[in-house]
């Protein structure tokens, strides 16, 4: 296990795969492995709160995921809303501030209320910060940043000369959490499918072959140890990182 707390990522973003392949593994169709996946969901929010690591982020649905047969879809937002039934209150028990981020107004509005009073009730919690990615992509949240810049440089609040990196970073979905350090992906596939694209410029990347449904704490203390092991180099060289004593 990782101990030592300055070798810990901030922000840890997990893109959990391989529900399906689970479930096919086992006979079972798609729905029984995204309903497994969120005990694996349960034990990575515990595994995290109990490292003291700020902000966790996990994609839970992505833009393209509207793709999928309807009934695959229709299911996945069934499970959103009974894991928020059944999960709100013993998060906010545990000090954890929840908050999704994507498009929701592509989403049934009764998922939404439920969303919003989530987090408002957890909006002063001051421990783990959660971040459930739904109906959300990369290219979508840096689109959507584009236009609230181009907004404000149309009615005169902007000059275009002044728009940089900080001003785009403070417009994106996840403008209050540091910036992922750690990517986690579980399932083998080893790409970004247009998660943070942004955020994750910097962020040290493990891939694992495990399932979603199979991660558990152990494996979370697997990628804290593959990141304690990194040295971080943000295009510096290892030279100039020692002598820095980083
Ligand atoms: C990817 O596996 C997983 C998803 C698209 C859904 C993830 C959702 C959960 C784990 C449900 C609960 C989430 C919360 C936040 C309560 P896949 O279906 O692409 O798997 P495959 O690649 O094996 O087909």
């Known amino acids: 296990m990782t101990s030592e707390k300055s070798i810990l990522p901030r922000h840890v ?15 079972k169709p798609r729905h029984a492995g995204h309903r497994a996946g969120v005990k694996s969901v349960r034990s990575t929010v515990e595994a995290a709160a109990a490292h003291g690591i700020e902000c966790l982020t996990l994609f839970a649905f992505s833009s393209e995921n509207w793709g999928r047969p309807a009934e695959e879809v229709s299911s996945l937002m069934s499970l959103f809303v009974e894991a928020l039934r059944r999960e709100v209150a013993e998060l906010h028990r545990n000090n954890v501030r929840l908050r999704f981020i994507g498009a929701r ?3 049934n509005p009764g998922l939404v209320k439920k969303i919003e009073i989530a987090e408002e009730k957890t909006r002063r919690n001051t421990g ?9 992509g990369g290219r979508w949240d840096i689109l959507n940043a584009t236009k609230q810049l181009a907004a404000e440089v149309a009615n005169g609040d902007l000059q275009v000369d002044d728009i ?48 979603w449904p199979e991660f558990d704490a152990k ?28």
């Open 13 to 27: 973003a997990v893109i959990m795969d391989g529900n399906g392949r689970w479930a096919r593994a086992r006979q």
């Open 105 to 107: 107004e592509e989403l």
């Open 128 to 136: 783990l910060y959660l971040n459930v990615a739904v109906a959300y």
């Open 164 to 211: 940089d990196e900080a001003l785009v970073s403070a417009k994106l979905q996840l403008a209050d959490c540091p910036e992922p350090d750690l990517l986690i992906r579980t399932g083998g596939e080893q790409r970004i499918s247009n998660f943070l694209l942004w955020n994750l410029a910097y962020a040290e990347l493990w891939f694992t072959d495990v399932f």
């Open 219 to 246: 494996q979370f203390d697997l990628a804290l140890e593959y990141f304690a092991r990194k040295q971080r180099r943000y295009g510096h060289t290892g030279e100039q990182i020692g002598a820095a004593g980083c």
